[in-house]
């Protein structure tokens, strides 16, 4: 007996200039004074000239074109690294540097050169003296009282700061000098001096594109100027999305700062699982995807005055379905609200009437909408939002060198490990920020710095590094903007989570290897899959803007120059590169239900909407004629999680094994839970045997998650404080080669998610030890995701019909089941499943009926 599936189951030229480059308001490009433009135009900081900017970008086309030219997977990295090989590397004009070489090859550093000795010497005396933190002295700047800004910053990251009744004179003292120097660099920034303009743009104009250099005060000031423009009058309220939770936050903090408020009060924010917000709030800050969710239960988004899309250069697929959900929205306001601002009592469009009913009565007005970002295709946006104006404004506060390097790298992670300690042994003051493209490079180099660190002369100021990626835990994120202790530079190891909006206090440096993690799709095979790319050309200028905040700063690009100007200008938008069951899911919730007459910006291929929303009839959110179901459909749309996850759940509590699979889905929505250093392999390997089951890794992770769980109650039941009983499960987890902050990461999801499907009223109980049970519901959820054995001993994934390899990460690599599900495909040298659990085939059939048959 076999089985079969069943069938049919443009950017502006300025990103061309060095991000310290201006454009004049005849549209010429400045660089730094080594490269005149040729007009002898000349850049200020000051008069503002709003001014429709149409350059003629290349077209999609094209730059799709340049795209597909770059190829696909893994392979990217050794093609962009073999034709950095081979490029020629005698150079135009533009800094460039060397990436040392030496430190590798010396195994300490007993002896510092002369000048480094007398420089550590000065530090110490300097320190000794004064007491100044190493990291916190900057160079003297622009704005009266700079030098001090990084102490101010420092202290935001220990928000809040604002004094209470009973705050000591000091305190008291030390707060009204913060305040001032923030009120001063407020003051000091590009976009302070076109305020009223800029006001006046917005109250003409229903959208505004916005584009203005990183650092300008785009994100933190221009909410701030709307809100003493009276835009929040009748208790309105100025919406920013942000495509990331760590920017949404840590903007709110400090604009809440700058307003000297409570976080929470006027100023808030708002991200998945996380509100920050009360009635009280008037700018609220939030991720994209969570103003999605919002609209499923306010469709017209009353509550908004104005919405602001930053960072819109993104694109991520939330940003994109925003954006036309944002255009509909502003269209709806604008005809159905009566004289008074009511929502007529008429409703004469049917496509529109659940819409404007759940609204009738409420006072609407027009929605203000602006996009904004420093990196943006201006007219492709304008023209979207039928010739929008676009305003520019000019000049950067601080400026930022661009360094190239004379010598093509191949290795990027070991050209940033000899960066950091080169900028360390040979620069000024000040902290480093280097980006990598995921936790396990973060969490090598991150050993590899400890290790070189040790060997540094007693003398040399230490170097503290600090993490920030997506799954990490927020609280760890937060770590990332704390200062450094004193006498110590930070280096800050972060994937493109910090590559935009952020300002993280100190720093000074910006390391880009010009690589990053991104996601592909395949919309014929259904197959996603992260791979390994070069960077964009607006990426690079965002990673330089992170320098310069707080001071004139330096950025080192880890390629030679040659190789940025063949990077393509702006990333593919994401919507053109991912599943879209989620999306459509989304849309359908949102009562959109002819998908592909949906107006996005750029269209997601038809082949692609077709497969989701195939994958969702299959799933029963959707019924045959394409309808959202009820109550499954409703229900998984509830769910913050990929359709296929929220499936899983609904099933569970049929299984009655809820408990369980909200353990799986928890694990497998953050990183790696194992780990095994490489020098530790063999101890890692026995540590994970206890907790392997032969079925396989759903049964294993269920297994650790239960494990620590144990250790928690035993510390709990000995009366231990919470404190210690972390340290507890931290010491457990490195005993057990189990990472820590993935498993804490884990935990988190696990009580939010619990928090939902109880919302829900679904039954969370327990299958006990009842693996067979929890196998048959882990085939009902993820039958899509099913492998075959083959003769040869390969697999077949059966919906795609591809060929398949077990992953050697997985426990079930040597045992070689005859038929497995997975959650995981990835694509590196070939194709390869993770995460299976070992099934039987006949299952297939029978819980699947709708998807699988068994052949005669
Ligand atoms: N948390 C912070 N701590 C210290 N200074 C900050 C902080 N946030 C912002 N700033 C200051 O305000 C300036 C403007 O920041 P803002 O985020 O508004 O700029 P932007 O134009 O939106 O930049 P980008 O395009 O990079 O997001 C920064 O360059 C920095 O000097």
Redesign the pocket.
């Known amino acids: 007996m076999g089985f079969k599936a069943r069938e049919g189951g443009g950017l502006l030229d300025f990103l061309h200039a060095p991000p310290s480059a201006h454009i004049t308001s005849d549209g010429c490009v400045l660089r730094p004074s080594h490269r005149r433009c040729p007009s002898g135009g000349h850049s200020t900081n000051g008069p503002y000239s709003p001014f429709p900017i149409f350059p003629s970008p290349p077209s999609l086309h094209e730059r799709d074109g340049k795209t597909a030219a770059r190829g696909g997977g893994e392979t990217h990295r050794a093609r962009a690294a073999a034709s950095r090989r081979g490029s020629d590397h005698h150079g135009r004009a533009g800094a460039r540097y060397e990436v040392k070489r030496w430190l590798r090859r010396s195994s300490s550093y007993s002896s510092p050169s002369p000048d480094l000795q007398a420089e550590a010497k000065a530090l110490r005396r300097k320190e000794g003296a004064s007491g100044l933190r190493l990291a916190s002295d900057r160079p003297a700047a622009t704005v009266a009282g700079f030098r001090r800004?990084r102490d101010?910053?420092a202290a935001?990251s220990d928000m809040p700061s604002f004094p209470s009744s009973g705050a000591s004179p000091q305190k008291q003292q030390h707060n009204a000098r913060r305040r001032q120097l923030i009120r001063q660099?407020r003051k000091s920034?590009p976009?302070a001096s076109v305020e009223k303009r800029l006001i006046e743009e917005v109250r003409k104009n229903d959208t505004l594109i916005v584009v203005?250099?990183?650092?300008?005060?785009?994100?933190?000031?221009l909410p701030q100027f709307l809100y003493d423009a009276g835009f929040c009058q009748d208790g309105k309220v100025i919406g920013i999305t942000q495509p990331r939770r760590v920017a949404a936050v840590?903007?709110a903090?400090?604009v809440a700062e700058e307003c000297n408020d409570q976080l929470g009060k006027k100023v808030g924010y708002s991200i998945r699982f996380d509100d920050s917000t009360s009635n009280a709030t008037r700018i609220k800050y939030m991720t994209d995807g969570l103003l999605l969710r919002e609209a499923l239960l306010d469709p017209l988004l009353s509550k908004y005055s104005v919405i602001v899309v930053?960072?819109a250069h993104e694109r991520t697929v939330h940003t994109d379905v925003l954006l036309g959900l944002l255009k509909k929205v502003q269209h709806s306001r604008s005809i159905y609200a009566n004289k008074n601002g009511k929502i007529l009592p008429d409703i004469q469009d049917q496509s529109q009437y659940f819409t404007l009913k759940a609204c009738q009565g409420t006072k609407i007005d027009p929605l203000k909408l602006i996009i904004m970002?420093?990196s943006l295709d201006a007219k492709c946006f304008s023209d979207y939002f039928g010739s929008a104006k676009a305003v520019h404004i000019q000049g950067r506060?601080y400026p930022v060198d661009i360094l190239y390097t004379y010598q093509p790298e191949s290795d990027y992670l070991d050209a940033t490990l000899v960066t950091i300690f080169q900028i360390h042994l040979e620069e000024g003051l000040g902290d480093i920020l280097a980006f990598l493209t995921g936790q396990e490079e973060i969490e090598s180099l991150d050993r590899l710095i400890q290790e070189r660190a040790r060997q540094l002369p007693p003398q040399r100021s230490k170097i503290w590094t600090t993490p920030i990626y997506s799954s990490l835990p927020s609280e760890q994120q937060m770590n990332a903007f704390k200062p450094a202790p004193a006498g110590t530079r930070k280096v800050v190891l972060a994937t493109n989570i910090a590559e935009?909006?952020v300002?993280i206090?100190g720093i000074k440096y910006v390391i880009d290897p010009g690589m990053v993690k991104a996601r592909a799709y395949n919309p014929v095979t259904g197959m996603e899959s992260l791979i390994i790319i070069p960077v964009s050309k607006a990426q690079a200028l965002?990673r330089s803007?992170r320098a310069g905040?707080?001071g004139p700063g330096k950025c080192y690009r880890l390629f030679q120059e040659s190789e940025f100007d063949k990077l393509v200008d702006s990333t593919v938008p994401e919507i053109k590169r991912c599943n879209l069951a989620n999306v459509v899911l989304q849309l359908k919730a949102l009562g959109i239900d002819d998908i592909i007459g949906f107006d996005f910006m750029e269209k997601p291929s038809r082949t692609a909407i077709l497969k989701s929303l195939e994958q969702l009839i299959l799933l029963g959110a959707l019924t045959d004629d394409y309808k959202l179901s009820d109550p499954v459909g409703r229900q998984m749309a509830r769910l913050p999680l990929d359709p296929m996850y929220s499936k899983a759940l609904i099933v569970a509590s049929e299984f009655k094994c809820l408990e369980e699979m909200l353990i799986v889905v928890s694990m497998l929505s953050v990183e790696s839970i194992f780990f095994s250093p490489r020098e530790k392999l063999e101890e890692a390997r026995a540590a994970r045997k206890s907790f392997e089951s032969s079925e396989g890794d759903h049964i294993t992770l269920v297994n650790v998650y239960r494990a620590a769980k144990e250790c928690l109650e035993k510390s709990k039941n000995a009366n231990a404080k919470e404190k210690t009983m972390e340290k507890a499960l931290n010491r457990w987890c490195r005993e057990n080669f189990i990472n820590y902050r993935s498993l804490r990461h884990a935990c988190d999801v696990h009580s939010q998610i619990q928090g939902h499907v109880q919302q829900m009223g679904l039954n969370v109980s327990s299958c006990g030890d009842d693996m067979v049970l929890f196998r048959r519901c882990l085939t009902a959820a993820f039958f899509l995701n099913a492998a075959m054995r083959q003769p040869d001993g390969s697999y077949r994934a059966l919906a795609t019909s591809q060929s398949v390899q077990i992953h050697p990460s997985s426990v079930l690599f040597q045992k070689k089941p005859d038929c497995a599900i997975f959650n995981e495909l990835v694509r590196t040298s070939q194709n390869y499943v993770k995460d299976l659990t070992r099934i039987d085939p006949v299952w297939l059939a029978e819980l699947a009926p709708q998807y699988y048959a068994t052949e005669d």
């Open positions: 800004a101010s910053a935001a660099q920034l976009i203005g250099e990183t650092g300008s005060g785009k994100t933190t000031q840590t903007v903090k400090r930053d960072e970002s420093a506060q935009t909006s300002t206090p965002q803007g905040r707080e």
